[in-house]
């Protein structure tokens, strides 16, 4: 049996999978946690890393390993490889008033016309606008720049390690198309970067990650704790795409995810660029594109709400259930973290419709669900005004696990929805790259257990919270 590892670094927590080369069985796994916030050194990537590694069982084992992770966060690094302070996460919205200095200044149509997107708080070039006006010393110490998951696929090949290694070899930088896509200066349609562009973010130009095919071979890790030296490492991607290659998604499905963040993403073959900034036109992991439209509140909605009325999620579902669609007038507008789409980076969340009546702990519960199903909603009606083709909505994510996120999700979004059993698709996807550059074929992993759900259509919940979330 050949076997191949996947790494999923997201906002929260490293996962790593061992899985079969042929069939992606999961072999064994592993797991640690990331520290919270918005702002994370990233040392605490890599000691995750190692750690979910050991945990794993580590992969001295595996004959080829792929890094999926968090897209847009900016590793600033030194001339000396070395990194110059924490990076921001894609959830930091502090530079949301730089994202919109860079859309006066080139304007939303030039940017959607050179990268597939229009610049919000999220994105790369954001943050670098925001270090070179907040930070201006650690701005003009950038030597290069690097997303979560370039950095750590860096360190895996021994560079970056002050007194390791190769050290800091700045040129052995490499990246992929998917997460090039999410920095707001790499173009999805020329396969090029910006330069123009970068340096309007930063202030001055400096080394960017080569821009690796999907089959393409980073290079070979060095040695490290339950890793030997020597093992083909591949380009890696930003979580989505890798969760789209975990899925096998194909033209025809669009991937609604409710995890950290809500995402709505399909694969297409041609690259969709949105002036309005609602879409961001990414490229997918596979050669193809993945526009997407995400929302910075999602599962933690769920988790919130569920704290606040003392319940866990099992009795959070129960009492949502409990309650009519609709939660009789009930509407919560869940911009706890602020909000990615609407570009509202200093939004809060607020409920209304509350009345004496109305006032009851399941219809807290709904609202809550319905809320948060209604902000991702408006991203698959995006995709579907851009044009791209609906065949089946398929749903993801720890968010979308309880059986009342299931039933409210086909309400409000009108269609039947295809939930996926759980499993860790971008450390999955991650692992079907690592065995495409193995072996020159992209693997057709069967997807197995996916149950259909299908609930009546209820639309007005839908134009009732439209009708509140854009007073």
């Given at each position: 049996m050949t076997l191949v590892a996947g790494v999923d670094s997201s906002t929260q927590s490293c996962k790593v999978v061992v899985v079969d080369a042929e069939t992606g069985h999961v072999v064994r796994s592993g797991r640690a946690a990331h520290p919270a916030g918005t702002e994370v050194a990233p040392a605490a990537w890599w000691d995750a890393l190692l750690a979910a590694i050991a945990d794993a069982g580590g992969i001295s084992d595996v004959a080829a390993v792929s890094i999926g992770g968090q897209q847009h966060g900016m590793v600033a690094l030194d001339a000396g490889g070395e990194v110059i302070r924490d990076a921001l996460l894609w959830n930091d919205t502090r530079s949301g008033d730089a994202a919109e200095a860079l859309r006066d200044e080139v304007g939303r149509e030039a940017y959607a016309a050179r990268t597939g997107l229009v610049p919000v708080a999220s994105f790369t070039a954001s943050k670098?606008?925001?270090?070179?006006?907040?930070e201006p010393e650690n701005a003009a110490r950038v030597a290069a720049v690097a997303l979560p998951h370039d950095w750590l696929t860096w360190r895996l090949r021994g560079y970056g390690a002050a007194g390791h290694g190769p050290g800091g070899d700045l040129a052995e930088l490499t990246t992929d198309r998917s997460d090039a896509s999410g920095t707001a200066y790499w173009s999805p349609t020329t396969g090029d970067y910006d330069r123009d562009l970068f340096v309007a973010a930063l202030g001055h130009d400096a080394i960017l990650p080569r821009v690796l095919g999907p089959a393409e071979l980073a290079g070979v890790t060095a040695e490290h704790p339950g890793v030997v030296a020597g093992i083909p490492v591949a380009a890696g991607a930003g979580d989505n795409a890798a969760a789209a290659l975990g899925l096998g998604a194909r033209g025809g499905d669009v991937v609604l995810s409710i995890g950290t963040s809500g995402t709505v993403f399909a694969v297409t073959d041609v690259p969709v660029a949105d002036p309005t900034g609602t879409i961001a036109?990414?490229?997918?992991?596979?050669?193809?594109?993945?526009?997407?439209?995400?929302?910075?509140?999602?599962?933690q909605?769920?988790?919130?709400?569920?704290?606040?009325?003392?319940?866990?999620?099992?009795?959070?579902?129960?009492?949502?259930?409990?309650?009519?669609?609709g939660a009789d007038g009930v509407i919560l507008v869940p911009y706890f973290a602020g909000e990615r789409t609407p570009d509202l980076p200093d939004a809060t969340a607020s409920f209304a419709g509350l009345t004496y009546d109305t006032t009851t702990r399941a219809n807290l519960a709904r609202a809550a669900i319905e809320g948060m199903v209604c902000g991702i909603a408006a991203g698959l009606d995006a995709i579907v005004v851009a044009g791209v083709a609906v065949d089946r909505v398929l749903l993801i994510g720890g968010g979308a696990r309880l059986e009342a996120t299931q039933q409210i999700a086909s309400e409000v979004l009108g269609t039947?929805?295809?939930v996926v059993p759980p499993a860790e698709y971008v450390a999955l996807g991650a692992a079907a790259q690592a065995a495409w550059a193995l072996t020159g074929a992209r693997p057709t992993w069967e997807l197995d257990g996916a149950n259909v759900v299908s609930s009546p259509p209820h639309p007005s919940t839908r134009s009732a919270y439209q009708v509140v979330a854009t007073r």
């Open positions: 670098l606008r925001w270090l070179r006006d907040a036109g990414f490229a997918d992991a596979g050669g193809a594109f993945l526009p997407l439209v995400a929302t910075l509140n999602a599962a909605v769920v988790d919130t709400v569920a704290a606040l009325l003392g319940v866990d999620h099992a009795e959070f579902g129960k009492l949502a259930l409990s309650a009519a669609p039947p929805v295809t």
